[in-house]
């Protein structure tokens, strides 16, 4: 079996930049065509709607999470420093500990019927064979 390495070592392929660099384009401050005053304050109050509705919706659905986690009764707190992987790999063992916690309860749940047919059956002589 040959060996697995990291990146294209195949011909014709070259291996990812560490750190591309990408040109930055930068929008010119005011066309050459124009607008005029009115336009431009149009528009810039347009664009201040805009992120504030965005501001809104994002704050509103932190709010929504933190409300859910509260719930569930997860921790609020993330990791700090860590990456993304962290953070999913945190909300992974959310979901990981509800499940042991409901496996638990059916398994618990079996082995008191278990204990109740038990109980009728060779103690009381409720059922007879």
Known sequence: MAKR???A???GQRQADRNPVRPQ???AARPTAGLSDGEEARAAELE???VAQSNLA???SIRAAARDRSRSGESPVRPRGQGTLAIRAAEEYGYVAR???RIVRVGLMMIGALAVIFVLID???VVKF
């Open 25 to 27: 384009s930068r929008p």
């Open 99 to 101: 499940d042991i916690n």
């Open 58 to 60: 994002d704050s509103s």
């Open 5 to 7: 390495t990291r990146g």
């Open 123 to 125: 103690v009381l002589h």
């Open 9 to 11: 070592n195949r011909p």
């Open 48 to 50: 201040s709607q805009i």
